[in-house]
């Protein structure tokens, strides 16, 4: 199982970005995917997660109307559409994966069995 996350950079307050998880080596409509930030110093928090199979969709609520999570299983890959983004959404975004759905304690990132490297999202005037 391995996973790469990517599409993170520098945006201006109010942009958008689109980050990328590329999963390999197993069956994505079979997992859920979690997303997770880390801003230096600070706890990682969980962002969003979509559930295997229907693809249920979670949000913190921080992010809720902002963000928007999907998956394209032909691409084994999900997305993560970050629009009208601020300050505070600075961080080191990660994807994370074991199988099943998310529940109601999907942001709990120790539950997670696997993960991708972080890509860095800066939002800076």
């Known amino acids: 199982v391995q996973l790469q996350a990517s599409g993170g950079g520098l945006v201006q307050p109010g942009g958008s970005l689109r980050l990328s998880c590329a999963a390999s080596?197993?069956?994505?409509?079979?997992?859920?995917i979690g997303w997770f930030r880390q801003a230096p110093g600070k706890e990682r928090q969980g962002v969003s997660c979509?559930?295997?199979?229907?693809?249920?969709?979670y949000y913190a609520e921080s992010v809720k109307g902002r963000f928007t999570v999907s998956r394209d299983n032909a691409k084994n890959t999900v997305y993560l559409q970050m629009n009208s983004l601020k300050p505070e959404d600075t961080a080191a975004y990660y994807c994370?994966?074991?199988?099943?759905?998310?529940?109601?304690?999907?942001?709990?990132?120790?539950?997670?069995?696997?993960w991708g490297q972080g890509t860095l999202v800066t939002v800076s005037s």
């Open positions: 994370a994966t074991d199988p099943g759905w998310c529940g109601r304690t999907w942001y709990v990132w120790r539950a997670y069995d696997y």
């Open positions: 080596g197993f069956t994505l409509d079979l997992y859920r």
């Open positions: 979509i559930s295997a199979r229907e693809g249920t969709t």
